[in-house]
């Protein structure tokens, strides 16, 4: 053990304590990630125990704001896994181009860069100027980057290679000017997205969607919230809409599987068919 590292007994007292004095619910989530965040946090911090935690996150303090967004992973990339876009560009879009209107929910967006990945992919099925893609998070800090599209040059190299692999045709470079080390996205690819802050764990359901994307969102829950959250998405979710998850994540054993048919082929998508 390290020296500043915390124990099971204060992951639970902390758990408890975020939601009696602070009003933050992670009771639902899986305790061995979020046991290895916050020594990650100490560490990053160089906090010397887990007393001196809890002293920052005394109500008020700012510290607290930057303690949830540490302990909630915030990693994502533009069209992650090109597989899975591939998918959406073939065997999705095509059963979305039926609809008069289009509304997607990216539910636990993080910085938007799946967000943006989509608009790219409606914009090139010309089905951009009739859908809206609605961004939610928790955490209203990553929203903020959202909004403004703008995302580390550095990345786009790999990007632009994820792009291809997903079977863009065009010069990826069109869909953003750079400037310094920061890539903007075009207006016209952001247009359409609608920011809002959203917690899987207490709110609901805020409309219909013929699509929803909640990828590398439950992998951080346990088994109940997993279906509570899934329940949450088959509310929200028209028949004969999709729903798509991360690479490890599955509806095989909520209880809605039986109102579900998975896509053929390995990527996580499944269509509600009851
Ligand atoms: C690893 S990122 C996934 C980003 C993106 N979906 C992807 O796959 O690249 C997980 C995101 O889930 C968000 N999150 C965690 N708990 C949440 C909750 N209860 N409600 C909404 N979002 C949550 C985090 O803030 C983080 O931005």
């Not at 009003?23 to 979020?34: C, E, K, V």
């Not at 992650?80 to 929910?105: C, E, H, K, M």
């Not at 509806?251 to 048919?261: G, H, I, V």
Request: net charge neutral; hydrophobic share 40%; proline share 3%.
């Amino acid at each position: 053990v390290e020296p500043n590292s915390i124990n099971d007994e204060e992951v639970e007292l902390l758990v408890n304590e975020l939601l009696e004095r602070h009003g933050y619910d992670f009771s639902g989530y899986a305790r061995a990630s979020l046991k290895r965040r916050i020594n990650r946090l100490m560490g990053l911090d160089k906090l010397k125990s887990f007393q001196q935690l809890r002293f920052l996150l005394h109500p008020g303090d700012s510290y607290l704001q930057r303690f949830i967004e540490e302990i909630t992973v915030n990693v994502t990339e533009m069209f992650r896994d090109p597989g899975f876009y591939q998918s959406l560009r073939n065997d999705v879009l095509p059963q979305l181009a039926t609809r008069p209107f289009i509304r997607i929910w990216h539910a636990g967006c993080s910085t938007g860069e799946e967000v943006y990945s989509m608009a790219i992919l409606l914009h090139e099925a010309n089905l951009l100027q009739r859908s809206l893609l609605y961004a939610t998070d928790l955490n209203p800090s990553v929203l903020e980057k959202v909004k403004q599209g703008i995302f580390p040059l550095n990345s786009l190299k790999q990007y632009s290679e994820n792009y291809r692999l997903s079977g863009g045709k065009e010069d990826f470079s069109k869909y953003y000017s750079a400037k310094y080390d920061w890539a903007k996205f075009d207006e016209a690819i952001g247009k359409r997205i609608v920011v809002a802050t959203h917690n899987l764990v207490i709110d609901r359901s805020f409309n219909e969607f013929q699509l929803i994307l909640c990828r590398n969102v439950l992998i951080y829950f346990e088994k109940d919230l997993q279906d509570k959250v899934i329940g949450l998405f088959d509310d929200s979710l028209e028949r004969l809409g999709f729903l798509a998850l991360g690479a490890k994540e599955s509806l095989k054993f909520s209880p809605f599987t039986r109102n579900y048919l998975q896509l053929p082929g390995k990527e996580k998508i499944w269509r509600k068919i009851k």
